[in-house]
């Protein structure tokens, strides 16, 4: 099966670049930006990849993209993730990246971007894989800084397909960033935000309504609301749910608890996502593969999430 999952074309629509830092490539980085690391090597490193919530993960995942500094390192993180696109036949991918992350260690905005989008065109080019770029805020810092982010982002306007909203989600609802989505979105940016990861139905509802989103991230606690999935049925809003990160920060207890495919039956356009592949054990493949070891996923599920992945594009 897990050929047979690896070999189904797939889209990627849910994806952190600085989440698909491998340790390997972060010692790699470390030394050659002689970078002192707190980790004695990578094995001591990946023992640390235990977490009991989203916050966890965000302390280590903010830590470890501290070894980015240069534009050939943004280059060579996002070749890396390419090239397991290739090798699991993931034919189009829209990744995230943070750009407060570094711009806020003084990192300045174009060397991300220009390593990145590098990265990207060569992709498109010699590994045939197309894509877009969203630029996600950071929710747990402050709408002005947002804001700012934005006026760093508008003179590259060309260079991103969406904007998004992510990092630590209770206690930062969608509301908080309404002004800077309607800005967003009248300079011509399409929204997404992650809701309703571990945050409720309500903040689901506001990025729906407030942000205006096309697609919502994760959204697995939509299943608390009968009136939030009816409207996400009829309307047939895309979730970019990744299993793999949902075990891994503890939002269900054991993967046999996922909701994904009573989802999928009752007619939400879900996909399957690797989120941070880096620090989550496993890429789309490992993701599809373990629903089917957990949760029984038969192939004819597997295709309609692949398809579902391929309909949510937003390019
Ligand atoms: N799963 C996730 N939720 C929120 N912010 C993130 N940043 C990286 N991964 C994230
Ligand atoms: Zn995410």
Redesign the pocket.
């Known amino acids: 099966m897990y050929d047979w999952l690896n070999a189904l074309p797939k889209a990627e629509l849910h994806l ?1 670049l ?2 698909s830092l491998e340790p390997e490539l972060l010692f790699a980085l470390a030394e050659r930006n002689k970078i002192a690391l707190p980790w004695a090597d990578v094995e001591t490193l990946r023992g640390a990849y235990a977490f009991n919530n ?1 916050q966890e ?2 302390d280590l ?1 903010y830590q470890g993209a501290d070894v980015l500094r240069t534009e050939q390192d943004f280059y060579d993180l996002t070749w890396a993730y390419l090239q397991r696109c290739k090798a699991q036949n993931v034919i189009h991918t829209e990744p ?1 990246f ?1 750009p407060q992350t570094h711009t806020d260690r003084g990192i300045p905005f174009e060397v991300v971007l220009n390593g990145i989008n590098r990265a990207l065109k060569d992709g498109r080019q010699q590994l045939g894989i197309s894509s877009g770029l969203i630029l ?1 805020f950071l929710r747990h810092l402050s709408e002005e800084e947002a804001q700012k982010t934005l006026d760093q982002a508008l003179p590259f306007r060309d260079a991103f397909i969406a904007v998004g909203l ?4 209770m206690g930062h609802p969608p509301s908080k960033f309404q002004r800077v989505f309607d800005r967003a979105r009248s300079e011509g940016f399409v929204a997404v935000a ?1 809701a309703g ?1 571990e945050g409720p139905p309500e903040y689901i509802w506001e990025a729906l309504d407030l942000l205006q989103i096309k697609r919502i ?2 959204g697995v606690r939509a299943i608390e609301d009968e009136r939030l999935m009816q409207r996400i049925i009829d309307e047939q809003i895309p979730l970019t749910v ?1 299993p793999l ?1 949902n075990t891994k ?1 503890c939002v269900f207890d054991h993967m046999s608890q996922h909701n994904i495919l009573d989802m999928l039956e009752r007619g939400v356009k879900v996909t399957v996502n690797s ?2 592949p880096a620090y989550f054990g496993g890429y789309v493949t490992e993701n599809f593969h373990a629903l089917h070891t957990h949760l029984g996923m038969t192939e004819d599920q597997a295709r309609r999430l692949a398809q579902n992945s391929l309909d949510a594009r937003l390019v």
């Open positions: 952190h600085e989440g989203l993960f965000l995942y995230f943070d996600s992510d990092s630590s989600e992650h990861e991230d994760h990744c990160s920060l989120d941070d």
